[in-house]
């Protein structure tokens, strides 16, 4: 009884609250869209609760379910071929981003090689570009207006260097700016692997290449795979590249779906796509837990020995060229739209033929609207996330919730399209009609970025013992009290530095916001989207310019931020 | 200010009893420590009181009060913690006035209260009461931090966060002072020192206290009366010297202070002297003891190094010093008798001949000094 009571008191109707939410927003739009996979039409769950008569046809829907769309999936060669293509191309990107970065993790943890800060420093900037900006960049690099297929034929070649829409196109922006994402992961795998192994071998006569490949290697590799498996991931659910560059006889499994339900209205299939993209992203996240899974080694003899980097100049200099070489295409990239949103007019030229500022002129006039919506957005679902977080994280570190835990990881696994849709589907028609609005948007873009705020946040939360806790509540605090007075202040560094990531993501947010933003709410990214559709290639890059800056302003003072406290 | 009493206690992890069969009657005004080594239940016991975990179990009663039904904010109890747990976000006089807002805050009307709460969470904004102010003080003064107020608690030594956090427990004037290993944290010299400063505000506000260590020797020097834990189960409570000199088991002979521990079998009891065979050796002692397997404990101090010219005991053995250690102000020797191995202890007086292993000596005990369990 006491339990019962307690859990409509303060802290426990929280709780409820918290786990309402989740229920509302992830696990039945999760579980609708798997439904629907099998009815092929809409299913108002919420209905059902509340009228009769809709229950009665949901009942209905439910005795015709087939399992006509499973067995599409592999007789139909379109849907097929769209998955199948799909994990063509996040293979194909993960293995280039191994074999790129292998070099590079090596340079970078292991020698002295020329530049190394700078190429350190100058690796990340792939990583604040969205990719749709990134895909578009290349459109005007090495499209047929492009400079680079300007330089290319004045070397003697003829048409284009590479065909942008193809899928090499899309595989190479995915490559060049997705590489980062193992590129870290990687360097630590080589600064921890074992420097005695190492030595020992060399002790037994071997030569420095010899141990190279028989004994580095092999111990980096676990951390590889996985790594491997992150690129794949993220290729996998990568929505704005392929949605800017895939021409339309290259069928992948995100644009289908996005092409499903946006254009066609085919609930059906946009469901099944939809539960496909869940199942291998969800597989590839187990398969990367189960190999991390007491795989620990590296760090297991005491402290780390300090590395002797190689300062061998046949080695580093060829190592520094090549890592220059793959940091200066995304550099190039950016660079490009920044000089076209500069650019009066720029056709198959090395330079644009002169130079204005009408473009920022007119994204501030006309376009201002979507910088509002950007930001207004972005501090809704910073405020909504900050509350769930801290509750979340709460309840995860002091009362062990796994549920929540598990929870909050969900949206990590879940691809943005495949999201977007689950949400799309559950809340398109009464009593909770909520597509189309900005609520459902924040929402989603809650949900999506949860997990960067609840990491940031458990972190702080575990930093803090519980004995203080304890003490302020032994002091005659209630646990409320305790939580504003003693907890709330004690987490504000961690609170800040994860609000910033979840600011900045939403603003780089792509899937979601293309497939859901209405009109009258459309943000930055869509609005980008849209021009480059409409080969507004002008205002696009202004708006890419500007959407870029705001990114790595917020993003230096998450750094600050963190950086000061230690975290 | 009140008594404690505990009865029947129990306390069940998961299906696993860390507590079991405690009671515990502690009156008003005492100094009352629980001792044990770790994992033997006695900060559970502890939680329980203050509230922090449930008993399976049994009743806690506080002032004569059953504290079943309050939840820790209310059982005002001050408890000084392991780690002290000072608000780091806070100074000193923000931490030690925590209470005094709690307390203001359960009287306020909403809108003062939002004044206590901005206070609680930046001093600067809200001014303290006047007579908050005066209680926080006095307290400081009273363990010697008043110039201290205004810094933050990570810029003091460890001695001055264990007052910060005794100031912060006492000002709250609670019915029982808990302490978890309050002196674990503090170098040997800064533990002596602590321990009187405890002793001392203790005798002089009379408050109830509980505190917990497996340090003996703090236990002995600091608490009226002391219970040894083992395995969640009270094994003795007693005064310092009772655990002392009448250990109820081979453990806490040990445990509290150093033992002789021998097994024997009991030969004869008559004219009120019981003679135990012990390998080949027979002890004599003045306690009786009805059944035949006995153990025979002797503390280190009571046996004598016997030089010829005092050498009229009733129980000698001749033995070979096996190891002589220096300790100042005794020393320790590690005498072979037989096939035991005997620890004694000398006075050592300055200029004295300490014994070389290999010496041959001559050792005696007293029967009385020779307890059977």
């Known amino acids: ?567 | 200010m009140g008594s404690v009493v505990l009865e029947q206690l129990r306390k069940d992890f998961s299906g696993v009893t860390v507590l079991q069969n405690i009671n515990l009657d502690i009156n008003e005004g005492e100094f009352f420590a629980l001792l044990g080594p770790s994992g033997c239940g006695k900060t559970t016991t502890m939680r329980c009181i203050a509230g922090f975990e449930t008993p399976t179990s049994g009743t806690i009663k506080i002032g004569g009060k059953d504290v079943a039904n309050l939840p820790p904010n209310e059982r005002n109890c001050g408890m000084v913690f392991q780690s002290y747990a000072l608000f780091p976000h806070m100074n000193v006089f923000d931490n030690v006035a925590y209470s005094l807002n709690i307390k203001e805050l359960k009287k306020s009307n909403p809108l003062k209260k939002i004044g206590v709460y901005t206070r609680m969470l930046n001093s600067k904004l809200v001014k303290y009461p006047k007579e908050i102010e005066k209680k926080v003080m006095d307290i400081l003064e009273y363990v010697e931090l008043t110039n201290h107020a205004k810094k933050l608690t990570s810029e003091l030594s460890g001695g001055q966060q264990q007052r910060v956090a005794l100031a912060r427990a006492l000002v709250m004037e609670p019915e029982v002072l808990l302490m978890d290993e309050p002196l674990s944290n503090l170098d040997l010299k800064l533990r002596h020192t602590m321990r009187n400063t405890i002793r001392r505000i203790q005798q002089d506000l009379k408050i109830t206290t509980i505190f917990v260590t497996h340090d003996q020797e703090e236990a002995m020097s600091m608490a009226d009366r002391i219970a040894v834990m083992k395995d969640g189960e009270i094994l003795q409570i007693g005064t310092p010297t009772d655990l002392y000199s009448n250990p109820k088991t081979s453990f806490i002979a040990d445990f509290v202070g150093t033992s002789n521990i021998l097994e024997g079998t009991v030969v004869s009891a008559e004219n009120d002297l019981t003679i135990v065979q012990v390998g080949n050796q027979q002890i004599k002692s003045k306690m009786k003891k009805d059944k035949k397997e006995v153990q025979v404990i002797i503390r280190p101090e009571n046996i004598i190094v016997l030089n010829g010219e005092n050498d009229n005991y009733d129980n000698t053995f001749e033995g070979v010093i096996h190891l002589a250690t220096y300790l100042g102000n005794t020393v320790r020797y590690d005498v072979k008798v037989g096939d035991h191995m005997l620890v004694v202890d000398t006075i050592y007086e300055s200029g004295a001949n300490i014994k070389q292993s290999g010496e041959k000596v001559r050792l005696g005990v007293s029967p009385e000094r020779v307890l059977l369990i």
């Open chain 1, 1 to 567: 009884m006491r339990k019962i009571k307690s859990l409509f008191t303060g802290l426990g109707l929280v709780k409820l609250l918290i786990y309402g939410f989740f229920l509302l927003f992830l696990i039945i739009p999760l579980l609708s869209v798997f439904l629907v996979a099998f009815t092929n039409e809409p299913i108002n769950l919420f209905g059902s609760l509340i009228s009769l008569e809709q229950l009665q046809t949901t009942m209905n829907q439910f005795k015709n379910a087939t399992l006509d769309n499973f067995k599409s999936i592999f007789s139909y060669g379109h849907y097929f071929e769209g998955l199948i293509n799909s994990l063509k191309l996040s293979f194909i990107v993960s293995i280039w981003v191994l074999v790129i970065c292998i070099p590079i993790a090596f340079g970078i943890a292991r020698t002295n090689m020329p530049f190394k800060k700078t190429i350190s420093a100058l690796v990340t900037v792939p990583l604040v570009i969205p990719t749709f900006i990134s895909a578009y960049a290349f459109i005007i690099m090495f499209g047929r207006a492009g400079w680079v297929t300007y330089i290319y034929e004045k070397l003697g070649g003829e048409g284009m260097l590479i065909d942008p829409y193809s899928m090499t196109g899309i595989a190479i922006v995915q490559i060049f700016f997705f590489f980062p994402y193992a590129l870290w992961p990687m360097v630590a795998a080589f600064k921890v692997s074992d420097i005695s192994l190492e030595e020992a071998s060399r002790n037994m006569g071997a030569k420095g290449w010899l141990t190279f490949i028989t004994v580095t290697f092999p111990l980096v590799i676990p951390g590889m795979l996985s790594t491997a498996l992150v690129i794949f991931a993220v290729s996998f659910s990568d929505f704005g590249t392929p949605i800017i560059l895939a021409p339309s006889d290259l069928n992948l499994i995100v644009v289908d779906a996005y092409r499903e339900i946006s254009g066609f209205f085919n609930w059906g299939g946009a469901a099944i796509l939809t539960v496909i993209m869940i199942a291998v992203a969800g597989f590839v996240y187990w398969l990367q837990n189960y190999m991390l899974k007491g795989r620990d080694y590296g760090v297991v003899s005491g402290k780390p020995k300090q590395v002797k980097l190689i300062d061998h100049k046949a080695l580093t200099i060829p190592l520094s060229i090549f890592s220059g070489f793959v940091v200066i295409v995304p550099l190039l990239a950016m660079g490009t739209v920044i000089l076209q949103s500069f650019a009066t007019t720029w056709g198959k030229d090395p330079l644009p033929n002169g130079y204005t500022l009408d473009h920022y002129r007119t994204i501030f006039t006309s376009s201002l609207g979507n910088i509002q919506n950007s930001l207004i957005l972005a501090a809704g679902a910073l405020i909504l996330s900050v509350v769930l977080a801290i509750f979340v994280s709460y309840f995860v570190v002091r009362y062990r919730s796994t549920t929540l835990d598990f929870m909050t990881t969900i949206p990590l696994i879940v691809p943005g399209i495949a999201f977007g849709i689950a949400l799309i589907q559950t809340f398109n028609t009464a009593p909770l009609q909520l597509t189309g609005t900005a609520i459902i948007l924040i929402i989603a873009y809650t949900i999506r970025r949860l997990p960067y705020m609840v990491r940031s946040t458990v972190g702080t939360m575990k930093s803090i013992k519980q004995d203080i806790e304890e003490a302020a509540v032994n002091l005659g605090a209630s646990t409320l009290t305790a939580a504003i007075t003693v907890i709330g202040p004690l987490m504000l560094p961690g609170i800040a530095a994860g609000s910033i990531l979840v600011f900045v993501t939403v603003i780089k947010e792509t899937s979601i916001s293309i497939l859901m933003a209405p009109a009258e709410w459309a943000p930055m990214s869509l609005a980008i989207f849209q021009n480059v559709l409409r080969a507004e290639y002008y205002s696009a890059a202004a708006m890419s310019v500007v959407l870029v800056v705001m990114v790595l302003v917020l993003q230096a003072i998450a750094n600050r931020l963190s950086g000061r406290n230690g975290l």
